[in-house]
């Protein structure tokens, strides 16, 4: 091995990096299990793993070994030829995912513009020339021209105009508006929402998932597609593998990201029922689409999280820590909610400094969303021990916050 060593960083030289991120002022550099490590050794409880991604946490023995072992092998070769490792990678994915046909994609925002080119295309199939996609306020699918075009959130649009058109949006939750829009529109193809949404706060329909049963009906009646955007609620976060299962119907376009890869960056847009064949020879691809290497750690994501019983654990150990929540924080003004291990704590009052906090005096890894709406997104693998610890550092916080 060649030991290439990172002179310590000197925060009084100029950045060359866009300043597009406002970063905490802290780096980690190791991380094991649901724990990351700075340079001094100091622990800290990730209850936030790269933003829903590293779902089996931080350096999983066999994430580790197939990204070793393949890379010393073969990482990449192109879609000019067969890519046994994708092959494989799309048959696991299909099957945990109950859809037909996948397609590798680099990102989330990569597989919601792979969704939107599938409603357009069979929009067009069908004669109509300026087909349109029905979407929710307070989403998010991403920052790529189309899919920050369908976000439901100003601030990620202000400055970028003109934006992608074909966009109808609707209240998330709101029957009646998608409803209204069937009649007012004869050219909607389809409908893209995410099951919860999570940048937007942890927020499930008012109705619950009976919200995604109607939007379903709702497709049917008039031939759209049913797209759902599982980029984060999907490779068993939610206590279902996509969150999508926890209702008895299928989407016919699913795309997901984040804990797919479990850090390594890799997506998919996935189809059955009306979307499959839209998509044909020469009408989508990416040189980097479903690489040996990336495939292979897609393979093995999937693979531990059905050997280790991670849905299941994911779904058991996040309603104890909502039920734990709930009741140590019956006397607080506060709303918890959430399905597996996505939950929302939405306080009374703005509560950004929390993250500080909870970093700098509890050594806990957390996120606000939304303003007031602390996020978790543990590892599915969480112990009951480390769940216990969670809920005791933010009851603590949150109790002395409030106060
Ligand atoms: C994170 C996220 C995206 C964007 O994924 P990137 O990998 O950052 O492009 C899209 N949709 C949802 C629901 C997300 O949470």
């Known amino acids: 091995m060649n030991n290439i060593t990172l002179a310590p960083v000197q925060t009084d030289q100029p950045s060359h990096l866009m300043p597009v991120f406002g970063r905490q002022k802290i780096s980690f550099v190791r991380g094991q299990g649901a724990y990351l490590y700075t340079e001094d050794g100091t622990e800290y409880l990730d209850a936030l793993t790269g933003i829903a991604v590293c779902g089996l946490g931080h350096s999983h023995p066999a994430v580790t070994a197939a990204i070793a072992e393949q890379a010393a092998t073969l990482i990449h070769t192109s ?7 994708q092959t494989a990678a799309a048959q696991k994915l299909a099957e945990v995912a109950g859809m037909e046909e996948v397609f590798f994609s680099n990102s989330g925002a990569e597989s919601n513009e792979g969704a939107i080119k599938i409603a357009r295309k069979f929009g067009h199939m069908q004669g109509i020339a300026c087909p349109k996609i029905i979407v929710a306020d307070h989403s998010f699918h991403g920052r790529t021209m189309a899919t920050l075009s369908a976000t439901g959130n100003k601030k990620v649009q202000d400055g970028f105009g003109p934006l992608v058109e074909g966009f109808i949006r609707v209240p998330f939750g709101d029957v009646e508006a998608i409803e209204e829009a069937a009649i007012n529109h004869p050219d909607i193809v389809a409908i893209l929402v995410e099951p919860i949404q999570g940048e937007g706060g ?3 329909a008012p109705q ?3 919200y995604l049963e109607d939007i379903r009906r709702i497709c049917n009646q008039n031939n759209w597609l049913m797209m759902l955007d599982e980029v984060q609620t999907g490779n068993g976060r939610t206590g279902q593998y996509f969150a999508y299962q926890h209702t008895n119907i299928i989407p016919d376009v699913l795309t997901t990201a984040k ?9 998919a847009v996935m189809t059955q029922g009306r979307g499959v064949g839209v998509l044909t020879a020469g009408n989508h691809g990416s040189t980097y689409s479903g690489t040996a290497l990336g495939s292979r750690v897609v393979y093995t994501v999937i693979d531990t999280i059905q050997k280790e019983n991670l849905v299941a654990n994911a779904a058991e150990k996040g309603a104890y820590i909502v039920s734990q929540l709930r009741e140590k924080l019956a006397d607080q003004n506060v709303t918890v909610r959430g399905f597996g291990l996505m939950i929302g704590i939405e306080l009374p009052k703005a509560c950004g400094e929390l993250v500080d906090i909870a970093r700098d005096e509890h050594q806990t890894i957390i996120n606000v969303t939304s303003g007031n709406v602390v996020r978790l997104l543990p590892t599915l693998n969480i112990t009951q021990d480390q769940a216990d610890q969670l809920i005791g550092r933010l009851v603590s916080m949150i109790k002395t916050f409030l106060a």
């Open 79 to 85: 879609n000019l030829f067969e890519v046994p490792w």
């Open 202 to 204: 942890v927020n499930t």
């Open 208 to 210: 619950g998932f009976s």
């Open 259 to 267: 804990g797919l890869g479990n850090g390594f960056p890799i997506g």
